[in-house]
């Protein structure tokens, strides 16, 4: 399609590279374009990244080979319910030669931090996470340790194994951009991946595909794309939509409106535009706001998810449109 | 308890629209207490929950109340509670106003017998009203008595009803629809959502305000449309069932010092208010005549006037006999009769005495002097105001034979009376010689003139024609036939003139109302008839004005100008035999029935159509044309828009200038894309509120299989669009006309043939622009609502 009209040479650079970092994951996992082509999303828009399915479809995967295809450090966390917060943020320990407090770096002073399982850990541990998902900084002993970008989490939940767990309360919730389900791959994926990983991990094989350095400017290109005033009320009566929905007791927070609109500026660049349309929120409407609401007891007995409500909304909100003339 | 008052409301609002039929607001006062009396006992029985059979007698008993103390007090005791005496009081009153409504015509003067006869309908009205809607909770039904209130002007008086009492009425039956929906529906129904909001708005809990707001909606709406509708319409009626605006009098001045404008002054005297009495006559046959004072006798092409009165001191009525009547032969049998009249005080400065034609003996002190050729009666120094004096005339007594066996007329009285202006309208002529039969004695064509105005032409009688202008006479005669005694006078002396009768226009009195062994004549009785000449038996009065209410009241048809079968023939001979044996006057036939004289177009063998050379079925055929005109608008507003649409998309395209700058681009895409919008509504492709032009042209390239080139012009222009809605620079427009052509054309191709008739014929988005439109009217109301002061703290109650 004729879709790049003067897009300019960072966003033509933005497009290669992010087909690239694509390819790389799609080679380790089969027929999950559309998640993949999310997280990618995500990280343009800095933010993070919560997949929540049954286990075994691959989300550590999908982290995982994010983590590799960018020439980045990547730290994997597996939560358990005996993590403490200083496990996540480091330590701060008596050096004997030298006398000295020195600060051990926790699993969190990377650039991709994937954080398994992240609901069987306390909520003390969960927090110390999203406060350093939030503010990008950790503090420890006082002492204010920045986190350099490209920061993201990639946090990975269990949705039916819930005993002894501590599901995310819907504060935390809404510090993800978005969330994603993996979902069951297609048999034809399925059969394939059985072809390929019957011999070794494809991840092994998998080599880095771009450098932090090349993402940070993808990032910043991201940034400059333009979002005209239409949209941005668009985004504002969407978000508007569901805090007034009869059918949900929680809408979107402001922060989900800041989220949206900086998702759909990555969506817009991934799809090699310089500016936003309303497809973009539509598209991103559902991942990125669906899991911060909470339905009614009226909803919740039509077996209605925040999904489901959501895209009613999308369906009904009006778009921006000229008058006509 | 809100029911009882607003149909109280409503009945009050209706009777405001009996305003033309009486003369000052006397009657609406009383009326208005009787409906207040109603309202109160309805209020109260509201209160009070009294048992609704007992209500409307209770009502009743009041309203009597009301009226004994209104118009009887003097004779109940304490002024109000009913005696034997103010019962057989109200009784007479009742009786008088029920003798006097046909005996009047509109407006009638405030007499205690119709104002109790008003007021005791109007409480009536209000008391079936309150029953109806307060005590049944009928309101719909309710209007079925107040329409009944409101029609009395509309079957009384011919005139339009003014809009803005029409207004008041409408409105205030919708006060009472409104007040009875909201006790019906205030505890439960759903929010009508009358048209889209521009953004979304959830589910709102039941609220009456919005439903009143939609009930106040269609109410107005449906009032301004009944009101705006009859003026759109072509009609092909002079008179509207609204009148816009009344015909403002602008009657001309130009009084001589000693001569009146005596047109101008019987306009004058017909629309004055009051209705006083200009002077009491007997007779000794005890039958009414015309009196007349002027004679007017030179048509000007615009009006009638008169001939300097010449009055030589040997002609003073002192003298003895006045000079004999021009024109009448000694072979037609005359009857005398002996007149006695006294001219009222409150005449002004008359100078001219009102007399029964031909006056052959005048008593009358001062001096007095006689025209010889008009025999009209005038003084130069004193004026009639006050006088009494007695007249002798010698009446002819003219039969068909007589006048059928008139001889030629003098060369003096054809010079004279024969003249007409050479700017006369061929219509006009032509008419008169068309109505006329062209092999007729004199006599018989100035019936079928007469006849012409009475019953053939379908005239009718409305005192709001204003006619002094060139066009008067053809606008009367040819273009809407309605005026008073004036235009009907003025035309048929015209007319007789064409074919070959002297004639000339009487102004005076009719012959006035009974009063006591006498006669009464009044302002409103003011009159202009025309004289036929025929020599033998002088001048007569023909009289082509409607008599009765519909007309002027008092009006009469002298005998000899009817048009008669051979029985009437026979029986008119005898008459006249026993006439002369008797020596006894007989009187011209008061209008004792006076319907019989209206124009009834379906009495009579056929009316005869307007003159103005359009026949029916090019009539029909300027209708067809209409129609058709009417249906073709929509589609050529239609291409009117898109030219215009296109028109900015090739002043975008020119080399930018200066002036068209960065706006030249954005401004044709939204035209392109408005044009667009509009293609794919007339072919009935509706378009989801959430659908982004990239959606709608994926969209119309699935599911209307487009072939890929109309694909791709339709991906175009919703990029176009895009662009211009969304980016930082509109991109480049291309070709919009072939895409939107392509479009187009793919479109119908999937479409139907029905539909794409009516995309072609009756573009449905032009109703949308009208339907738009409304909307922002609808706003308006809105917008109103707000601003009343009542409207808000009503929400609140």
Redesign the interface.
């Known amino acids: 399609m004729a879709l790049t009209h003067d897009v300019s040479p960072r966003l033509d650079d933005l497009v290669v590279t992010a087909r690239r970092i694509n390819q790389a994951i799609e080679s380790v996992i089969e027929g999950k374009g559309d998640a993949v082509r999310l997280t990618l999303t995500v990280l343009l828009a800095e933010g993070h990244l919560l997949i929540e399915d049954v286990p075994g479809v691959g989300k550590t995967m999908l982290a995982k080979a994010l983590a590799r295809s960018i020439d980045c450090p990547v730290r994997r966390i597996q939560f358990t319910p005996d993590l403490l917060p200083s496990d996540i943020t480091g330590v701060s320990a008596y050096n004997q030669q030298t006398r000295e407090f020195e600060f051990k770096p926790g699993p969190v002073f990377a650039s991709i931090v994937v954080g398994d399982e992240i609901n069987r850990a306390s909520p003390k541990t969960q927090s110390a996470l999203l406060e350093c998902m939030e503010e990008r900084q950790v503090t420890v002993d006082g002492t204010t340790y920045l986190l350099d970008g490209p920061f993201m989490v990639i946090a990975t939940q269990n949705p039916v194994e819930m005993e002894g767990t501590y599901p995310l309360p819907e504060a935390q919730r809404d510090r993800f951009t978005a969330r994603i389900a993996m979902g069951y791959p297609a048999p034809s994926a399925e059969l394939e991946m059985l072809d390929v990983h019957g011999a070794a991990s494809p991840l092994d094989k998998l080599e880095p595909v771009a450098t932090t350095a090349e993402v940070r400017a993808l990032i910043g290109a991201v940034r400059a794309v333009y979002v005209s005033q239409p949209i941005k009320r668009y985004a504002v009566d969407l978000v508007t939509a569901t805090r007034h929905s009869p059918e949900l007791r929680l809408g979107a927070s402001p922060r989900a409106t800041l989220h949206l609109v900086r998702a759909a500026r990555a969506h817009a660049a991934l799809a090699g535009r310089d500016y936003v349309i309303p497809d973009d929120l539509q598209e991103l409407c559902v991942p990125v706001l669906a899991h911060r609401l909470l339905p009614s007891a009226e909803a919740q007995g039509q077996r209605r998810s925040p999904e489901h409500v959501m895209a009613d909304l999308v369906r009904r909100v009006p778009v921006p449109e000229a008058r006509p003339r | 308890m809100r029911l009882s008052l607003a149909s109280g409301v409503a009945t009050g609002a209706v009777a405001i629209s009996l305003y033309p039929l009486f003369q000052g607001g006397a009657w609406f006062w009383t009326s208005l207490g009787a409906i207040l009396v109603t309202t109160g006992i309805g209020v109260l029985a509201s209160r009070f929950a009294v048992p609704l059979w007992l209500v409307p007698p209770a009502q009743l008993t009041a309203v009597w109340i009301f009226m004994t103390a209104v118009f009887t007090g003097e004779e109940a005791w304490a002024a109000i509670v009913p005696t034997r005496e103010s019962v057989t009081e109200l009784g007479l009153l009742l009786a008088a106003g029920f003798d006097d409504i046909p005996r009047l015509a509109a407006p009638v003067p405030p007499n205690s017998g119709i104002m109790a006869l008003t007021c005791g309908g109007v409480g009536l009205i209000a008391i079936l009203v309150d029953l109806l809607a307060a005590r049944t909770h009928r309101a719909a039904l309710a209007g079925l008595p107040l329409l009944a209130l409101f029609t009395v002007p509309a079957a009384v008086i011919t005139e339009p009803i003014g809009w803005p009492a029409f207004i008041i009425a409408a409105l205030g039956y919708l006060g009472l629809l409104v007040a009875d929906g909201r006790e019906r529906v205030g505890h439960w129904g759903r929010t009508v959502l009358v048209r889209r909001t ?6 709102r809990s039941s609220d009456p305000g919005t439903l009143r707001l939609s009930g106040k909606r269609i109410g107005l709406t449906a009032v301004v449309l009944a009101i705006l509708l009859p003026a759109v319409l072509p009609t092909l009626e002079t008179n509207p069932l609204f009148g816009y605006g009344a015909g403002a009098g602008k009657g001309r001045g130009g009084n001589s010092i000693s001569i009146p404008n005596p047109i101008v002054s019987l306009r004058g005297r017909l629309t004055l208010p009051g209705n006083s009495t200009v002077m009491t006559y007997t007779t000794d046959d005890g039958s009414p005549r015309y009196l007349r004072i002027y004679t007017l006798d030179v048509f000007d092409g615009r009006q009638w006037t008169m001939t300097g009165p010449n009055g030589r001191p040997e002609d003073k009525t002192s003298a003895g006999p006045l000079p004999p009547p021009p024109g009448q032969g000694t072979d037609v049998p005359v009857t005398p009769v002996t007149t006695k009249i006294s001219v009222s005080d409150g005449v002004g400065n008359l100078k001219f005495l009102p007399l029964p034609y031909p006056p052959g003996r005048i008593d009358v002190a001062g001096d007095w002097r006689t025209d010889r050729d008009t025999l009209m009666v005038f003084s130069t120094g004193d004026t009639a105001e006050g006088l009494t004096y007695t007249v002798v005339s010698d009446e002819p007594r003219p039969t068909t034979e007589t006048l059928g066996r008139a001889g030629p007329v003098p060369p003096r009285i054809t010079e004279r009376y024969l003249r007409l202006p050479k700017s006369l309208p061929r219509k006009v002529t032509d008419l008169a010689l068309r109505v006329t039969d062209r092999n007729a004695t004199p006599h018989e064509r100035a019936i079928q003139l007469q006849d012409f105005f009475t019953r053939k032409g379908g005239f009718t009688y409305t005192l709001t024609t204003q006619g002094h202008d060139d066009q008067a006479l053809t606008d009367f005669l040819i273009r809407n036939r309605a005026g008073y005694c004036e235009q009907f006078a003025a035309a048929m002396a015209v007319m007789a003139r064409v074919v070959g009768i002297p004639a000339r226009v009487a102004i005076g009195y009719t012959g006035g109302g009974r009063l006591g062994d006498g006669w009464q004549v009044r302002t409103h009785d003011a009159h202009a008839w025309p004289e036929l000449y025929f020599e033998g038996t002088g001048w007569l009065r023909f009289e082509p004005t409607p008599a009765g209410g519909a007309g002027q009241g008092s009006a009469t048809v002298p005998p000899y100008s009817r048009p008669r079968t051979a029985k009437a023939e026979d029986e008119e001979r005898a008459g006249e035999r026993t006439t002369d044996a008797g020596d006894t006057g007989r009187p011209d036939r008061p209008a004792v029935n006076r319907r019989d004289r209206m124009p009834d177009r379906e009495y009579g063998d056929g009316p005869i159509t307007a003159e103005e050379g359009l026949s029916l079925p090019v009539r029909a055929g300027v209708g067809v044309a209409i129609a058709l005109l009417a249906a073709l608008a929509p589609a050529a507003l239609r291409l009117r828009t898109r030219a215009r ?1 296109y028109r900015i998309c090739s002043r975008a395209a020119r080399p930018a200038g200066a002036a068209a700058g960065a706006d030249g681009p954005g ?1 044709a ?3 392109v ?2 044009e667009l ?2 293609v794919l509504h007339d072919h009935g492709v509706s378009r ?5 032009p ?2 709608l042209a994926a969209r119309l390239g699935e599911r209307y299989g487009f072939d890929a080139e109309a694909a791709a012009a339709a ?1 175009r222009i919703a ?1 176009a ?9 509109p ?1 480049d427009l291309g070709s919009p006309r072939p895409d939107l052509r392509r479009v187009r054309r793919a479109l119908a191709a999937a479409s139907p043939r029905g539909v794409r008739i009516r995309a072609a014929l009756l573009p449905p988005s032009t109703f949308r ?1 009208a339907r738009a439109l409304g909307a922002r009217v609808l706003d308006g109301f809105d917008r109103l609502e707000g601003l009343l002061p009542g409207g808000s703290a009503r929400r609140g109650a």
């Open positions: 521009s953004s979304y708005v959830g589910q649409r401004e895409t939204a035209a894309w408005a919008d509009d989801p509120p959430s659908e982004s990239r959606a991906a990029m669009a895009e662009r211009m809605l969304f980016a930082r620079t991109g622009r």
